[in-house]
């Protein structure tokens, strides 16, 4: 049995292999203490694990376990779930959206961060939960996938209004910028709920198409667990990328990317 963890800032997800077969499962960060104590009785023969929090997990096993840098467990993860879909690509972004977002630049086999924003999934929580009180994150987007944006989110087909503008007047000009005034306090919460799931899809999509033409690719492969179960989001990172001239691509248990690579360094 061959383990590998990514232990990040909201959920511990992990990857193993057993009986030849690949297993996935993840875990609140809360739950750290139980992670240990699953892995402590195991029958592992290899653990690896990455992420932000995994000083603290290694810190609460009873086994020799290695340690790799995120980036690069991530890196060697969407490489591996790549191979699984038939997919060979040389150049690509990868885009990893979880509690923040973190880009990266594929090329000949070499990653290297170019950049990120703190816009993310702790964004689409927590602006979720100040302006409307929802707080489970299948309850958010349950509520968003009903909702419409029209009335909330400002496009550029209204600010030339009678005009062809100079670019796609489907573009947002302004998230959350329409006249708000005259409808403040009529607003239900599935039309704010999706209002957030777009402001911070549009986010991160733009940034990474900007990050595509810098790294001189046209591929874009989002991972992360904000996607998990959230077409909104999906479709929101979709419809911008290639508004953008991006081609987007999401992986299959992609999420699990960080636990995967740290998996496959101890198969090499």
Request: glycine share 12%; charged share 20%.
């Amino acid at each position: 049995m061959i383990v590998g963890i990514d232990a990040g800032g909201t959920l511990i997800k992990v990857a193993y292999t057993e009986l030849g077969e690949l297993h996935f499962t993840k875990f609140p960060i809360a739950e750290m203490e139980r992670v240990a104590s699953w892995v402590n009785e195991k029958n592992a023969s290899k653990v690896c694990v990455t992420g932000g929090k995994a000083g603290v997990l290694l810190s609460l096993l009873h086994k020799e376990a290695k340690e790799i840098v995120e980036f690069e467990a991530t890196h060697l993860g969407v490489r591996y779930l790549l191979s699984q879909m038939g997919r060979t690509e040389d150049s690509y972004l990868v885009t990893n959206v979880g509690t923040g977002t973190s880009i990266h630049c594929i090329e000949n086999n070499v990653q290297e961060r170019i950049g990120g924003t703190g816009v993310g999934g702790g964004t689409l929580l927590g602006l979720s939960h100040l302006l409307t009180g929802v707080t489970d994150y299948e309850e958010i987007v349950r509520m968003a996938s009903a909702g419409s944006r029209d009335r909330i989110d400002l496009k550029v087909k209204h600010i030339y209004e009678g005009k062809e503008p100079p670019i796609s007047g489907e573009l947002t000009a302004s998230n959350f910028g329409n006249n708000l005034f005259d409808v403040a306090g009529k607003l239900s919460k599935e039309e704010l709920l999706a209002t957030v799931v777009g402001l911070v899809g549009e986010t991160v999509s733009t940034v990474s198409v900007h990050a595509a033409k810098q790294c001189g690719c046209s591929t874009i492969i989002y991972i992360g667990s904000s996607f998990v179960h959230n077409p909104l989001l999906q479709e929101v990172v979709t419809s911008y990328t290639v508004l953008r001239g991006a081609s987007p691509l999401f992986l299959e248990n992609g999420e699990f990317s960080g636990a995967v690579g740290a998996m496959s360094l101890l198969s090499e």
